[in-house]
């Protein structure tokens, strides 16, 4: 159960960083997203906030509020950097 | 062109004065909550704990103030106020 | 006003990173280094390499016969010994104790028969890494401390510089672009560290002054206590707990500690006791110290009951209040000694992070600066540039030269385990030595060569280990011995990066030194 509630809670902040990412207009088109203005843009943003949220209340769930805000706080970190490198990576390609 | 001695001069006292400044401050904060009322190991820690943050902001506005003449008055005047904070509240 | 404000956080941000990064570099590598400590002393004390399917840390330990076995190494008139006892990542007992003038190096004592261990004659992460990290190991007036509180200063004076002059820190958020010039490439990886680790940087920093709060605020207590050594001592007594009471100078007997256990355990609330310190040994008024674990917890409390020796009576007990508590809490989280994998892995990826962030602010400036200083004839970037390769790749050539030494150096009953564990130091520090001289000797090659001879020495300390004990990872970790098989494989890691590293570096074209010496033609 720990295990997959970690598992979880890496996936909705890489995912919420993918989100917040992707709202930002170079990194859209970047992937191919087009250059006009998308509709996915209005939502992009808040979905990749609530993903952080939501990554911040599995943690604390697994871990309690002192270990599972510590968790979060450095997680989110490790997961910004590994979406700045997915697409490093894929602008490299 | 700022001169080099009148940079030294700020560096010295962004950093000395600044942490003079600030452990007056830490003193002075300790004294006031102990005598409202905190227990006074708490109001020290407190008072200590939050004097990295006071130094902290001091240091920015420091540097970035442009003459170091109001650097320093600043610097003694607080010193000065702290310190009498300090000794009326002990 | 704004432009001028950021102009001079933009001096600010140049002039105290150049100033203060090796200091800064070098808190962070060890640091770093730092949240394995136990595995590197486990690497580098063969002897404690006990495997966990042997003698699990769960066993309950007898701190009665923890007494009787430490009993004859207790010299009479001792004011106080001490046992640590074993945790999840340390699982040997730990053996110190004070008598008339001495302060004796400690000893470990294997769990299962508490037998001791023979000397390993090396400091170890515990000893020399980690408080490296906080001291610098220059402990005359605390002037280690000092320079690494002024570094810490320094550091959150950097983060908020950084960001202030980071001008399109919100479109660049997550800008890396690798395949550019050096300058360009190392600043966009700065930037990004900086920035995505910024939570970290910052609360480690914040936290790391807070734990040494009494010494950067050295007179803090004296506006609520009043001047003077007995109102810091009153004040230490009132924040952190203390109890004493003087000896009776009449024999007395030690009762039993396991009682004693018992009581602090029911007391709270069946959490263990992390070690036990009896405070005059043998005298009738000796007494009895038991501390709560804080292995479950961020907090490291100062939970403390202290019982007469004899009768086992409860003395004293004592708790930290609330604003005191937070300061365990916020030690808690730099310390990280609780249990948790994961936090201490993030923890380790963010402090190399940490290390990443210097070393590529050092880059930048000097690429920056390289081609405008060869062209005025200054020799600002040679000087920075030696400065910047012995405190970067020097400090981890040191460290594995410290490591190398561990291995190659006769076990400790072939001299004195003091004199072993110094002739390690004077590897390191001699190591790290040789690097800066190679640095300015070498100039701007110097990154290359030291990164080739990290790939090496890396190497050279996995072999060495394999040879000298038989440990190789796949033993290691066939044995459950994870912490070797760890520091190996972190080691095998780290020749892997520097081999790329130094790759990388030669395909980069010499551009600043080739028109140094047009310059110069």
Redesign the interface.
């Known amino acids: 159960m720990t295990a997959l509630l970690l598992v979880a809670a890496c996936l909705a902040s890489y995912g919420g960083f993918a989100c917040l990412a992707l709202a930002m207009p170079e990194h859209w088109e970047q992937w191919g997203g087009g250059s006009q203005r998308a509709a996915a843009w209005r939502w992009l943003r808040p979905a990749g906030l609530g993903l952080l949220a939501l990554a911040y209340g599995l943690c604390v769930w697994r871990d309690g509020p002192g270990f599972g805000s510590l968790l979060w706080t450095v997680l989110i970190s490790a997961a910004a950097l590994a979406v700045a490198f997915t697409l490093t990576w894929r602008a490299t390609r | 062109m700022r001169s080099a001695s009148e940079r030294g001069l700020k560096i010295v006292g962004a ?1 000395g004065g600044g942490y003079l400044l ?2 007056t401050t ?9 005598r409202c009322g905190m ?11 939050l ?3 006071f ?2 902001a001091l ?2 506005w420091a ?2 103030v ?1 003459s170091a003449a109001r650097l320093w008055a600043v610097l003694a005047a607080g010193t000065l106020l702290a310190s009498a904070v ?1 000794w009326l ?2 | 006003m704004e432009d001028t404000f950021r102009k001079s956080m933009a001096w600010l941000h140049t002039w105290a990173g150049v100033v203060l990064g090796s200091v800064l570099f070098a808190v962070f590598w060890m640091g770093t280094l730092s949240v394995f400590d136990r595995e590197i002393d486990r690497w580098m004390m063969p002897a404690t390499r006990i495997s966990p399917a042997i003698a699990p840390a769960t066993a309950p330990i007898s701190l009665d016969k923890v007494a009787r076995a430490v009993q004859p190494a207790v010299p009479a008139g001792a004011s106080q010994w001490r046992v640590d006892l074993p945790t999840e990542r340390t699982p040997v007992l730990r053996f110190t104790y004070k008598a008339d003038g001495m302060d004796p190096a400690p000893r470990q004592m294997e769990p299962q028969q508490l037998a001791f261990l023979p000397p390993q004659g090396t400091l170890g992460g515990s000893g020399f890494i980690f408080p490296f990290h906080y001291g610098l190991h220059l402990e005359w007036k605390e002037t280690g401390k000092w320079i690494v509180g002024v570094a810490a200063m320094a550091m959150l004076l950097l983060l908020v510089s950084g960001v202030i002059i980071h001008r399109k820190i919100l479109v660049q958020f997550f800008t890396f672009r690798p395949r550019k010039s050096l300058q360009r490439s190392s600043l966009d990886l700065h930037n990004l560290v900086g920035v995505l680790g910024l939570p970290f940087h910052f609360i480690i920093t914040l936290s790391g002054m807070v734990i040494f709060m009494m010494i950067y605020f050295p007179q803090a207590y004296s506006g609520a206590y009043g001047e003077g050594k007995k109102a810091r001592a009153e004040f230490f007594a009132d924040a952190y707990g203390k109890y004493s009471r003087p000896r009776a100078n009449a024999p007395g007997t030690l009762g039993s500690l396991d009682a004693m256990a018992d009581v602090a355990r029911r007391e709270w609330g069946g959490t263990e006791p992390y070690f036990v310190r009896v405070w005059h040994p043998g005298d009738a008024n000796s007494y009895v110290e038991l501390r709560r674990s804080y292995a479950r917890e961020v907090t490291m409390n100062v939970d403390q009951i202290f019982f007469d020796a004899a009768s086992g009576k409860v003395l004293h007990r004592f708790q930290a209040a609330p604003v005191m508590s937070a300061q365990r809490f916020i030690s808690g989280v730099h310390f990280i000694q609780f249990e948790h994998w994961t936090l201490r892995w993030l923890y380790f990826a963010a402090g190399l992070a940490g290390c990443v962030l210097i070393a590529t602010g050092f880059l930048f400036w000097l690429e920056a600066r390289r081609a405008r200083h060869a062209a005025r004839g200054l020799a600002g970037v040679r000087v920075v540039e030696g400065l910047a390769v012995g405190s970067v790749t020097g400090i981890v050539i040191a460290t594995l030269a410290f490591l190398a030494a561990n291995r190659l150096l006769p076990p400790a009953h072939g001299m004195g385990g003091e004199e072993r564990a110094a002739l390690e130091v004077w590897t390191f520090y001699l190591a790290w030595i040789a690097t800066f001289a190679h640095a300015w000797w070498r100039g701007r090659a110097a990154w290359r060569g030291q990164a080739w001879t990290i790939c090496l020495l890396a190497m050279a300390c996995v072999l060495l280990n394999a040879v000298t004990t038989g440990d190789h990872p796949l033993r290691a970790l066939a044995n459950g011995n994870l912490a070797v098989a760890g520091v190996d494989l972190l080691l095998l890691a780290l020749a892997a990066l520097a081999a790329w590293s130094a790759r990388r570096l030669a395909a980069t074209p010499l551009q600043g030194s080739a028109r140094q010496a047009g310059a110069r033609a």
């Open positions: 950093v600030t452990a830490v003193i002075a904060a300790g004294a006031v909550l102990a227990a006074r190991s708490e109001a020290v820690a407190l008072s200590s704990m004097g990295f943050v130094y902290l240091l920015v540097f970035a442009r300090a509240a002990r």
